[in-house]
């Protein structure tokens, strides 16, 4: 492939990540872009961010705004695009209205577009026709024999060159096919002078220099068009990388807003690591082969390939986005893990010595959050109340627990403030418990005592955290 003038030398794979402002980064569109941008990444090529905006209808406020810091919290670095500039800049459609006339200008020229010269009701009234005679509605079929002068008023129209079948290849859905009945005279320019998005991205691919266009398979049924415009053009279109959807966990449909699809920026809220969202996602379709699932993004842009990418939809799991998670979390410092769980704790109990336990117990941070709201922390801070009763282990009686209880006493007591660690304290209680019919008669009530739960960290651990004093005074208050 040629050398691109775009700036950056051998450019020989440019990709553009191309979002509407419509107020949602869908986990499904910020995985294209991932795949776009891993695609840059491993050619050491250019990955471009445009906005089409040319509906106005569907934009939503704030929109681009939002695109920019989810990437930027992804790492997804582009090299040109808004807030960056580049050799094509602006690279938002809205203000790039002259240089589509201009391609319009083109068509129009070579006798490939035409104004249209019906009103919106006459074209409507095509449709019912159509579908009264259970007929697909073309609207080629009702060409003007001439055309007039185009003035911008009404709606510019391609004049498809030729009808006939087209056949491509796509570099993940493979040989692809169409008959003419997918070709058709669509609008170029509507009549409020935007461009629609089926031309508007053609120009800006051609302009851009775009190499492979990677996006969603719902593009697929609109290739011919597209196909034929690059033909009136005269220019060679780019190569296509067509996703899969990302699928709903139960069932055969697309993953929705309904399904639970988040923003992405959502996930960041709840403490989810962009390194795991950028993993996980890779993962929904591609794979390169081989057991190991955990990738940083530096790895994953040296064995990113688009052609394994996997032709079918995979499916949505939070679980096992959780589980990369966890695993993306063991990858992080020391100092970063005890900051972030830190901060997740609320004021009163940010206390290091918990890290570990809470460590073990999370996959995301805001798991922090719902261990702290349903209590599971509050026995770190203030002694447990709870019925005597429950000190006993099964058909144990209330005696016998006492014993032991003052037999671990005494055996603590033996230790040190400075010896209290989790080794020496399970030393010490193990050997009155292996001394017992069952060790459950000193662990459970040692563990209730200083938790007052079923289940919790094992007694050992928490005794070390709670510190020899309060580790003794919960004890005795057990048995008094
Ligand atoms: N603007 C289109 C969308 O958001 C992008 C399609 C493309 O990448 O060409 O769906």
Same mark, same amino acid.
Request: glycine share 6%; no cysteine.
């Given at each position: ?16 990540? #191309? ?17 776009? @941008? ?23 406020? /704030?929109?681009?705004?939002? $695109? ?6 992804? /790492? ?53 026709? %159509? ?18 002068? =185009?003035?911008?008023?009404?709606? *510019? ?10 056949? @491509? ?28 998005? &089926? ?51 139960? /069932? ?61 939809? %995979? ?7 959780? @589980? ?7 990858? *992080? ?7 972030? $769980?830190?901060? =997740? ?5 940010? &206390?290091?010595? $918990?890290?570990?336990? $809470? ?5 995301? =941070? ?76 000193? *662990?459970?009530?040692?563990?209730? #005592? ?27 208050? #057990?048995?008094?």
């Amino acid at each position: 492939m040629s050398e691109k003038d775009t700036g950056k030398k051998n450019a020989s794979v440019v990709t553009r990540f #191309a979002p509407s402002p419509t107020g949602f980064m869908h986990v499904g569109g910020v995985r294209t872009a991932l795949f776009a @941008w891993l695609w840059a990444r491993k050619n050491n090529g250019i990955f471009i961010l445009r906005i089409e905006d040319t509906d106005k209808e569907r934009e939503v406020e /704030g929109s681009i705004e939002h $695109i920019i810091e989810s990437l930027k919290w992804l /790492g997804l670095d582009f090299d040109y695009g808004p807030e960056k500039d580049g050799p094509n800049a602006p690279y938002i459609q809205s203000e790039r209205l002259e240089i589509y006339k201009k391609y319009a200008q083109t068509l129009i020229e070579k006798g490939f577009a035409y104004a249209d010269p019906y009103t919106g009701d006459e074209v409507e009234k095509f449709r019912k026709a %159509a579908e009264e005679n259970k007929k697909p509605f073309l609207y080629r079929e009702h060409r003007p024999k001439t055309f007039e002068v =185009w003035d911008g008023a009404k709606p *510019l129209r391609f004049k498809t060159p030729e009808i006939k079948s087209y056949k @491509w290849n796509d570099l993940v859905q493979g040989d692809l096919s169409a008959g003419p009945e997918a070709l058709d005279d669509f609008i170029l320019i509507k009549s409020d002078g935007f461009p629609t998005y &089926n031309f508007a991205h053609i120009v800006d691919d051609i302009e851009m220099q775009v190499t492979h266009v990677v996006r969603g398979q719902e593009f697929i049924s609109s290739t011919p068009k597209y196909l034929s415009v690059y033909e009136a053009l005269g220019v060679t279109p780019p190569l296509y990388a067509s996703m899969p959807h990302i699928m709903a966990t139960g /069932g055969n449909k697309k993953l929705s807003k309904r399904d639970g699809a988040k923003d992405i920026l959502d996930y960041k809220k709840e403490g989810y690591l962009a390194e795991t969202m950028i993993n996980y996602l890779a993962f929904l379709g591609f794979n390169p082969g081989g057991e190991r699932e955990i990738f940083t993004p530096e790895e994953l842009i040296k064995v990113f390939e688009l052609n394994r990418i996997q032709r079918s939809g %995979a499916k949505w799991n939070d679980e096992k986005l959780d @589980w990369f998670n966890k695993e993306h979390i063991k990858l *992080l410092p020391k100092e970063e893990i005890e900051k972030n $769980i830190l901060e =997740w704790l609320p004021p009163e109990m940010k &206390n290091p010595k $918990i890290i570990p336990v $809470i460590l073990e117990r999370i996959s995301k =941070w805001s798991d922090i959050t719902n261990m702290v709201g349903a209590g599971e922390l509050d026995f770190f801070f203030k002694a447990p109340e709870y019925a005597k009763e429950k000190l006993i282990y099964k058909n144990s009686s209330l005696e016998k627990i006492t014993g032991n209880l003052k037999s671990a006493i005494k055996a603590l007591e033996s230790l040190s403030e400075n010896n209290f660690t989790v080794e020496n304290i399970k030393t010490e209680l193990m050997k009155i418990a292996d001394s017992l019919d069952n060790r459950g008669e000193l *662990l459970h009530p040692v563990r209730f #005592a200083l938790s007052g739960l079923d289940k919790s960290p094992d007694p050992f651990v928490i005794a070390s955290i709670l510190g020899k004093n309060e580790t003794l005074s919960r004890l005795q208050k #057990a048995i008094t």
